[in-house]
């Protein structure tokens, strides 16, 4: 995948994840990839339904030893 | 996206969790890019107070109500197992564990995030508070004021 930016949230809890995602994918273009690497087990929820409703699309997920990674393209 | 949302929450409780809920909310309304406005009314005007003691020309009640109210977010007690200031340390002790943001942090945050922090006008004169005592980016405000956010308003919470 073609990632534009990486940010490492890991550690950080709600609501960190979800605000630092927002301020870096402001920065982003439309159509850029935007990766989010945390260990918040709410994130999941918490970015599919973000993503959702501002439009962008979340592309993959994984869970690797409590970490998550997400990908979002920025709609 | 189109036409912006908005939340407005409505912060009555002088409690450190609730108002934590309230911030956590706030912030993350805010990451949703809602126009977000946090008013403040009676104890949770505390959450606006700075944190030191603050030279205010004050009569007799006025300045008793300042000292019996918590000088800011951080000295809040907790609505529930606050056992005399016990409470609030034991989970101070494990938020830092679990790295979560503090009040006065979420505050911050929220004032970075431009969430606007409102002041009711009417209970700051009630209790007695000064503007020099509350915090500098903040306005003041009455119910219509809260009415005409809330009435086009996604979101409206009352803590």
């Known amino acids: 995948m073609n990632v534009t930016k990486s940010i490492d949230v890991k550690g950080l809890a709600c609501p960190m994840p979800i605000v630092q995602t927002k301020k870096a994918i402001k920065e982003l273009q439309t159509q850029d990839v935007l990766e989010v690497v945390t260990t918040d087990a709410g994130a999941k929820a918490d970015l599919t339904a973000w993503a959702k409703s501002q439009g962008h699309a979340l592309l993959d997920e994984k869970e690797e030893n409590d970490v998550f990674t997400f990908w979002i393209q920025k709609g | ?159």
């Open chain 2, 1 to 159: 996206m189109t036409e912006s949302k908005s939340t407005n929450i409505i912060l009555f409780s002088g409690d450190y969790d609730k108002a934590m809920a309230a911030y956590i909310i706030a912030n993350g309304a805010a990451a949703y890019d809602h126009k977000v406005t946090v008013f403040h009314t009676f104890w949770g005007l505390n959450a606006l107070r700075k944190d030191g003691k603050v030279e205010a020309q004050k009569g007799m009640l006025e300045k008793m109500f300042g000292k019996m109210m918590p000088r800011g977010a951080d000295k809040m007690g907790l609505s529930n197992m606050n056992m005399a200031g016990l409470g609030p340390k034991m989970i101070k002790k494990v938020m830092k564990k679990h790295n979560t943001s503090t009040v006065p942090e979420l505050i911050e945050m929220a004032q970075m995030q431009d969430v606007n922090l409102v002041a009711c006008q009417m209970t700051v004169d009630l209790l007695g508070f000064k503007k020099e005592e509350l915090l500098d980016d903040i306005t003041y405000a009455g119910v219509a004021a809260y009415l005409g956010e809330a009435e086009d308003g996604n979101v409206s919470l009352f803590i």
